[in-house]
Nanobody, 121 residues
Framework: QVQLAESGGGLVQPGGSLRLSCAAS????????MGWYRQAPGKQRELVAS???????DYGDSVKGRFTISRDNAKNTVYLQMNSLKPEDTAVYYC???????????????WGQGSQVTVSS
């Protein structure tokens, strides 16, 4: 079994910063891409940022230039540094990891429990 443990959400004023962390643990052979998604009330879940095991990154258009994703492969951990936060960034943020449990198995998607990020004055 694989668990993704998120931390770092909270309440911040517009223009402020937050850093989310997500650590994967359990019976892991390897992890391909890791990423962050978010879901605001009444909206579909959307990609915020993703990063491959080699360090290639991708960002949603609304966060480019403000958010930075990074990962520590030795710790199976992914981070999301969020700067210049706006009220429209308010959402539940979910960590995702594409985990291979054995050498001969296909990667499977695992999700964190979700972290509330609220941007408000």
């Amino acid at each position: 079994q694989v668990q993704l443990a998120e931390s770092g959400g909270g309440l911040v004023q517009p223009g402020g910063s937050l850093r989310l962390s997500c650590a994967a643990s359990g019976s892991i052979f390897s992890i391909n891409a890791m990423g962050w998604y978010r879901q605001a009330p009444g909206k579909q879940r959307e990609l915020v940022a993703s990063i491959t095991s080699g360090g290639s990154t991708d960002y949603g258009d609304s966060v480019k230039g403000r958010f930075t994703i990074s990962r520590d492969n030795a710790k199976n951990t992914v981070y999301l540094q969020m700067n210049s936060l706006k009220p429209e960034d308010t959402a539940v943020y979910y960590c995702n990891a594409q985990v291979r449990l054995r050498l001969w198995t296909r990667p499977e998607d695992y999700w964190g429990q979700g972290s509330q990020v609220t941007v408000s004055s």
